[in-house]
């Protein structure tokens, strides 16, 4: 579990480290002076087009969680190894002749412009360190595990 643990908390920084970017350019563009609150965040974030890009990291941590969760994940190596292949392709820098994801078009741009991302993507390499060597099948073999939990009841 503290693999598990470690990787979803690198994930959460890099997140945030991005987030705060996306925020502060939000609030460029749009000649925001005042600071936005953490619900309207929330709101943009999940709503708005200029963090769309923002929202496939999102998702990968809220699957990774609930795999987390399941009872057997710390001892399923081949779920590890997909989980490592997922957050690896999405956080891959393509050849400059291989189309880029939004994602990685405007993730690279801040890994390379904002020291704060650049270390937090540093802490997510070294933390896959220790999973199993990346299956290319990760977010299909994550969804079909992810199919096999139990439902949680919603409230």
Do not use: C
Not at 34 to 54: K, N, Q, V, Y
Not at 98 to 124: I, L, N, S
């Amino acid at each position: 579990m503290e693999e598990w643990n470690a990787l979803a908390s690198a994930l959460r920084s890099l997140h945030k480290a991005l987030l705060r970017r996306a925020r502060a350019d939000y609030m460029r563009q749009h000649g925001i002076a005042e600071e936005i609150s953490p619900g309207e965040l929330l709101m943009l974030a999940t709503r708005d087009e200029s963090f769309a890009w923002l929202r496939s990291l999102s998702e990968l941590m809220t699957e990774i969680d609930e795999l987390r969760d399941s009872p057997d994940s710390d001892q399923d190596s081949a779920l590890r190894s997909a989980v490592r292949g997922a957050v690896e392709a999405l956080l891959a820098n393509p050849e400059d002749d291989q189309a880029r994801t939004p994602f990685q078009e405007r993730y690279w741009r801040e890994v390379h412009g904002d020291p704060e991302v650049t270390m937090a993507h540093a802490a997510v390499r070294q933390t896959l360190q220790s999973w199993p060597v990346a299956d290319a099948s990760g977010r299909a073999t994550m969804a079909a595990r992810r199919d096999q939990l139990p439902r949680k009841p919603r409230g």
